[in-house]
């Protein structure tokens, strides 16, 4: 995964797709989407395909609040309720699209209300409470799996840092706002639960943590040692089975 | 002598679908209108009777997203197969056609196959205005990624409807929706049309006519017109634009010295500009004259018949235009 946001061959996309569009589909990850709102459909096709061939995979589809004003999230939850295909929509309100506060350009930002409209459920849950979270995904997945249909969640949390690199994310919202949903980090208040209730303790947290770190450095490591692809690559993987792009 | 028998247009592309659903479990179609009404040109008669819902999908009107679904399914095993009515309506599917399914395969460095065929039609003729008349392939084909088929007669469509279900890469598949009632004499039983091999429906030496869909066989027509003036035509079908069979092309240009070409997309930037530049290396020296073109002019296509014939071309206009560069 780092290769292939460092742009190298050995990244998961051999370099051809970058951050936005990281795919592994060995394990079932359907990619990563550079236009907003574009997976909704694909991962809803991916549902049908689970229904059609008779498997017990869910599909689950991943977006922002922003995607949530796309056709495309209106559409493919419209058909996957007609159908009452196996996918759980997951909507990361994080209340700004780059730098629109979703509350100026929609009546109602509560994203979740919208599943009504299509006759699913629509759950809203605390995005930064880890246990909601997971008890709602627990809920829809058993409900997909019924065969009952999708379910849309909407977790409600806030964008920590700008939207990329370069953006600082000061001019267009509060700092106010910006720091009492600082103090609600998931990790940081999950963290303080877990010991809290004694199911962990502080020395097995500092553990867990440099264990992450070392792990990231050392994908840091392996993407900086891989080579960066051969000019010629860029003409490979276009059509299956055929000499790079020509035709 | 393979026996022949007579079908319409229409019949050839359902019994294309019909055989390859037979043949393929992981085949299914959708499209708006496929199911109970058997497809807005009949291209789907029976199959919903046959086939059942799952597998001939009727679709609330949502081009963006169901061919987005159709990628969903596509690289999870299935080999769908979508209709989408018009090509004035895949416009609204653009994002999905090409951002999604042209690159997926080529932005995930090939991680996975596509096979996907989208059917559509062009063609003006039937007072259907400027938003249900227009001939788009040559937008389609300004993307990397697609293999795109201009099927022109009923044989041709079924045998390269077959090779596109069974490919494993995006198909768009365009057919001539003035050609669905029209009765043709095909193969019976089952055959394929490999992708890239243009089709020489006429020999002749004094002049190349290249035209594309249905203008092939308005092209042979004229040529039989014209082979009476004297003039004798050779009329090549490229039956696919992507990819393009050059050596057929240009091994006829070489013979002929004299190339035409027609195709019913809009002029500007229209298919044919393509095709002669990217030729125009391998036959620059053999030219004893310009390259021409009949294409549909820069204009909407309006409603009245009266406005709307003047504009489309056809075997009158293929005619006239070919006796020209001959007779002045």
């Given at each position: 995964?780092?290769?292939?946001?460092l742009?190298?061959?050995?990244?998961y996309?051999?370099g051809?797709?970058?951050?936005m569009h990281?795919?592994?589909a060995s394990?079932g990850?359907?990619?990563a989407?550079?236009?907003v709102?574009?997976g909704?459909?694909i991962a809803?096709?991916?549902a049908?395909s689970?229904k059609?061939?008779?498997?017990d995979?869910?599909a689950?589809?991943?977006?922002g609040?922003?995607?949530?004003?796309?056709?495309?999230f209106?559409?493919?939850?419209?058909?996957?309720?007609a159908?009452?295909l196996?996918?759980?929509?997951?909507?990361?309100?994080n209340?700004?699209?780059?730098s629109?506060?979703?509350?100026k350009?929609?009546g109602?930002?509560?994203?979740?209300?919208r599943?009504f409209g299509?006759?699913?459920p629509?759950?809203a849950?605390?995005?930064n409470d880890?246990?909601e979270?997971?008890?709602?995904?627990?809920?829809?997945?058993v409900r997909?799996?019924?065969g009952e249909?999708?379910?849309?969640?909407?977790?409600?949390t806030?964008?920590?840092?700008g939207?990329?690199i370069g953006d600082?994310?000061?001019?267009y919202?509060?700092?106010?706002?910006?720091?009492a949903w600082?103090?609600r980090?998931?990790?940081?208040?999950?963290?303080?639960?877990?010991?809290?209730?004694?199911?962990?303790?502080?020395?097995?947290v500092?553990?867990?943590?440099k264990e992450s770190?070392?792990?990231?450095?050392?994908a840091?490591?392996?993407?900086?040692n891989?080579p960066?692809p051969?000019?010629?690559?860029a003409?490979?993987d276009?059509?299956?089975?055929?000499?790079?792009?020509k035709? | 002598?393979?026996k022949m028998k007579?079908?319409?247009?229409?019949?050839?592309?359902?019994?294309?679908?019909?055989?390859e659903m037979?043949r393929?479990?992981?085949?299914?179609i959708?499209?708006?209108?496929v199911?109970i009404?058997?497809?807005?040109?009949?291209?789907?008669?029976g199959?919903y009777?046959k086939?059942g819902?799952?597998?001939?999908?009727d679709?609330?009107?949502?081009e963006n997203s169901?061919l987005?679904?159709?990628?969903?399914?596509?690289?999870?095993?299935?080999?769908?197969?979508?209709?989408?009515m018009?090509t004035d309506f895949?416009?609204l599917?653009?994002?999905?056609l090409?951002?999604?399914?042209?690159?997926?395969?080529?932005m995930s460095?090939g991680?996975?196959?596509v096979?996907?065929?989208v059917?559509?039609?062009?063609g003006?003729g039937?007072?259907s205005?400027a938003?249900?008349?227009?001939?788009?392939?040559?937008?389609m084909c300004?993307?990397p990624?697609?293999?795109?088929v201009v099927p022109?007669?009923a044989?041709?469509?079924?045998?390269l409807?077959?090779?596109?279900?069974?490919e494993d890469?995006p198909?768009?598949?365009i057919?001539?929706?003035?050609?669905?009632n029209?009765?043709?004499?095909?193969?019976?039983?089952?055959y394929?049309?490999?992708?890239?091999?243009?089709?020489?429906l006429r020999?002749g030496?004094d002049?190349t006519?290249?035209?594309t869909?249905?203008l092939?066989?308005?092209?042979?027509k004229?040529?039989?017109?014209?082979?009476?003036?004297?003039i004798?035509?050779e009329?090549?079908?490229?039956?696919?634009l992507i990819?393009l069979?050059?050596?057929t092309?240009?091994?006829?240009?070489k013979?002929?010295?004299?190339l035409?070409l027609?195709d019913?997309?809009?002029?500007?930037v229209?298919i044919?500009?393509e095709i002669?530049?990217?030729?125009?290396?391998?036959?620059?020296?053999?030219?004893?004259?310009?390259?021409?073109?009949?294409c549909?002019?820069?204009?909407?296509?309006?409603?009245s018949?009266?406005l709307?014939?003047?504009l489309?071309p056809d075997?009158?206009?293929?005619?006239?235009r070919i006796?020209?560069?001959f007779?002045?």
């Open positions: 995964m780092m290769a292939e946001v742009g190298r061959k050995d990244g996309c051999k051809k797709g970058g951050s990281i795919m592994d394990k990850i359907l990619g989407n550079g236009i709102g574009a909704i459909p809803t096709g991916a049908y689970a059609y061939r008779g498997t995979q869910v689950v589809s991943f977006f609040d922003a995607a949530s004003n796309q056709g495309t209106h559409e493919s939850i419209n058909m996957a309720a159908w009452k196996p996918v759980v929509y997951v909507c990361e309100n209340l700004f699209g780059i629109v506060d979703l509350r350009i929609t109602n930002p509560n994203i979740a209300d599943a299509y006759g699913i629509g759950v849950v605390d995005g880890v246990l979270v997971y008890q709602a995904t627990h809920t829809a997945f997909a799996r019924k249909g999708p379910t849309l969640i909407e977790c409600k806030y964008r920590q840092k939207h990329h600082p994310g000061t001019v919202r509060l700092k106010e706002e910006l720091e600082k103090k980090d998931p990790i940081k208040t999950f963290k303080a639960r877990l010991i809290k209730e004694e199911i962990i303790n502080k020395e097995e500092e553990n867990l943590e770190r070392k792990l990231i450095e050392e840091v490591q392996f993407a900086e891989s960066f051969e000019p010629e690559e003409f490979e276009l059509f299956y089975e055929m000499e790079g792009a035709e | 002598m393979i007579k079908v319409t247009y229409a019949q050839a592309i359902c019994e294309a679908i019909d055989e037979a393929d479990k992981n085949v299914l959708l499209g708006e209108d199911g009404l058997g497809g807005n040109f009949k291209t789907a008669v199959l009777e086939y819902d799952l597998r001939v999908k679709t609330p009107i949502s169901f987005g679904m159709s990628l969903g399914m596509a690289i999870t095993g299935l080999r769908p197969i979508v209709e989408i018009f895949l416009l599917a653009a994002d999905q090409l951002n999604q399914i042209a690159k997926i395969r080529y460095g991680q996975v196959k096979p996907l065929t059917r559509t039609t062009i003006a039937r007072s205005a938003q249900h008349s227009q001939s788009l392939h040559a937008i300004h993307i990624g697609l293999k795109i022109s007669s044989a041709d469509a079924k045998g409807l077959k090779t596109a279900i069974r890469n198909v768009l598949f057919e001539h929706k003035m050609e669905y029209q009765s043709y004499e095909i193969p019976e039983g089952e394929t049309i490999p992708f890239g091999q243009a089709n020489i020999e030496k002049i006519v290249i035209a869909s249905n092939a066989l308005k092209a042979v004229a040529a039989e017109e014209l082979g009476k003036e004297g004798d035509v009329v090549i079908d490229p039956r696919t990819p069979d050059r050596e092309l240009i091994a006829s240009i013979k002929t010295g004299r035409f027609a019913e997309g809009y002029e500007r229209n044919t500009s002669v530049i990217d030729l125009m290396p391998d036959i620059f020296y053999d030219l004893d004259h310009p390259p021409e073109r009949l549909l002019p820069n204009v909407p296509l309006p409603f018949p009266a709307e014939f003047p489309i075997q009158e206009k293929l005619y006239k006796k020209k560069i007779k002045g």
